[in-house]
């Protein structure tokens, strides 16, 4: 297993940007599939990114085009840069090992009107 620690939320106005960090206990190089998930309260957490060992990614049909998900494998750290954000990214934003079933803590992102 690995243990995943998000970071970088907080509150941005609508149209701004933001990058997550999700440092990993240990390294991710044997974690083919990491991504990023978003929940807001009495939902289910949604997909919002993926990214495989060697870099391709898939998005979400919300986040593409705004975000992108990288990973720095010698770092064990996966981000998520978000650009041009909207009310509607405001959630608790989750990184995960997908393949695992990993989770991190979670960290908040905001974004106001």
């Known amino acids: 297993q690995v243990q995943l620690v998000e970071s970088g939320g907080g509150l941005v106005q609508s149209g701004g940007s933001l990058r997550l960090s999700c440092v990993a206990s240990?390294?991710?190089?044997?974690?083919?599939?990491m991504g990023w998930y978003r929940q807001t309260p009495g939902k289910q957490r949604d997909l919002v990114a993926t990214?495989?060992?060697?870099?391709?990614?898939n998005y979400a049909d919300s986040a593409k085009g705004r975000f992108t998900i990288s990973r720095d494998n010698a770092r064990n750290t996966v981000y998520l840069q978000m650009n041009s954000l909207k009310p509607e990214d405001t959630a608790v934003y989750f990184c995960?090992?997908?393949?695992?079933?990993?989770w991190g803590q979670g960290t908040q992102v905001t974004v106001s009107s």
């Open positions: 240990r390294s991710i190089f044997g974690i083919n599939l």
């Open positions: 990214i495989t060992r060697s870099g391709i990614t």
């Open positions: 995960a090992a997908i393949e695992f079933g990993y």
